[in-house]
């Protein structure tokens, strides 16, 4: 397959799933992810990313309905590959899906996709998205097998996940960092658009936006934590700044 030409500039979707997380620790309407995605739409981000999980413990229906229709910015859907999700993907019809593992005991996503496992559920799933006009991304482990099994499943991007990476330091830190720089390496040659995220924050931005094949980051806790002591504009400026250096 053809390689894309190396991505000129690294893009920044900001995911706004913890600002609902506040929301619904009260149960109103404030403060609302939807405002929130706006101001992100205005610091420079390049898209707004949003997990609608089975419990709704944070993003909700109604969300990503005012989501899709009120921000002008490309709508980066996560979800699981479930037939509910696979329903109001297909009603939304957000510019991207991106597909992920979801256990419910889980805090946050834990691991990345089983794609080279589970290709009898998927290849029909990806298959049902691409032909509404939804690109699909699989949120996956840097690993050979797993790009792998994202071509032949059919899906155009894979999100590499990086929570390892970021949990770790030293010489695990560094040799996390090496599996990143090898699987986009990898998906690039595949002919894979490739994302990451997962955990990334001001101090580990940086190696991971240097990797050249990287088209898009997409990042979200650490951006809304930090807009507690920054205000969001001035936490995404500055990740957009850490971004643009490393490259
Ligand atoms: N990418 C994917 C696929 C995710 O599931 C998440 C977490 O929802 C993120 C990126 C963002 O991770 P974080 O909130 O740790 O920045």
Redesign the pocket.
Known sequence: MAQPPPPASLRLGV?I?HVATIRNARGGAHPDPVRAAALAAAAGADGI?A?LREDRRHISDGDIDRLRHGIALPLNL?MAATPEMLEIALRHRPHAC?L?PEKREER??EGGLNAAGQQGVLKPFIAKLTAAGIRVSL?IEPTAAQIEAARVLGAPVV?LHTGRYCEVAGDTRESELARLQAAAALAAELGLECHA????SFETVGPVAAIPTIAEL?????LIGEAIFTGLEAAIGRMRALMAAAR
């Open positions: 995911n799933d990313t997990h996560e991106c992920v946050t996503t949120f999100e995220g997962h955990g990334l997409n990042i979200g806790h650490f």
